[in-house]
């Protein structure tokens, strides 16, 4: 019963159910609809009584962007927003609530969670969700990056957090680097500064 056709799933902790979001029912995809199987059981995707298999679509923006397990909950990306995606059970099994408008994510691999704190790069900020709720993230570089960004070719920036050292490094390409990403911009989220300088990444792993 699984969607045939997804732009991404991620897996629901601590319930163990496979989440796709840009879903389908008819094989005709639709970029804001989610999808979630049955708990521990990802051959049951259709809602049956007493079983927890559902969907939800969002009601706002254009598409889902890009999708988190972040400590407590789940948060999606639209190109406008971000929700937060809660277990509450029951028929709904779970609950959205838009947490942050205007900061949506500027590509699918430019979210992270780091120290129960999740950071990302929007389409002219950058941001970060906490106890307090969602907050930008002061950048005085900002010109640096925002005005030189290859806007043809966001889906390859990469976010590469480095628990160890408390930094989160965005790679990017810039407009004169041929489409391939050439350039970081790095915040420490200890000293709360920002440098910059050029290098190229395509993927990340934290230790």
Do not use: H
């Amino acid at each position: 019963q699984a969607p045939s056709v997804n732009d991404g799933v991620f897996v629901a902790m601590p319930q163990r159910q496979i989440i796709a979001w840009g879903s389908t029912y008819n094989g005709i995809q639709d970029p804001l609809l989610i999808r979630w199987c049955d708990i521990e059981n990802y051959n049951l995707w259709v809602f049956t009584f007493g079983k927890s298999a559902g969907s939800y679509r969002l009601p706002k923006g254009s598409r889902i962007v890009g999708c988190l397990q972040a400590a407590q909950q789940a948060l999606i990306w639209t190109d406008l927003a971000v929700w937060a995606m809660q277990f509450i059970g029951g028929d709904s099994v779970y609950g959205f609530n838009e947490i942050g408008t205007g900061c949506g994510l500027i590509s699918r691999k430019a979210a992270c969670s780091m120290n129960n704190v999740v950071y990302w790069m929007s389409q002219s900020q950058f941001y970060q969700f906490s106890g307090s709720g969602v907050s930008v993230i002061y950048c005085p570089i900002w010109d640096v990056i925002f005005q030189d960004l290859d806007t043809s070719n966001l889906n390859k920036i990469r976010v590469a957090p480095n628990s160890r050292f408390g930094e989160v490094t965005w790679y990017y390409p810039t407009q004169s680097s041929g489409g391939e990403v050439n350039a970081y911009v790095k915040y420490n989220v200890y000293l709360q500064v920002w440098d910059f300088g050029t290098l190229a990444r395509s993927a990340w792993i934290d230790q």
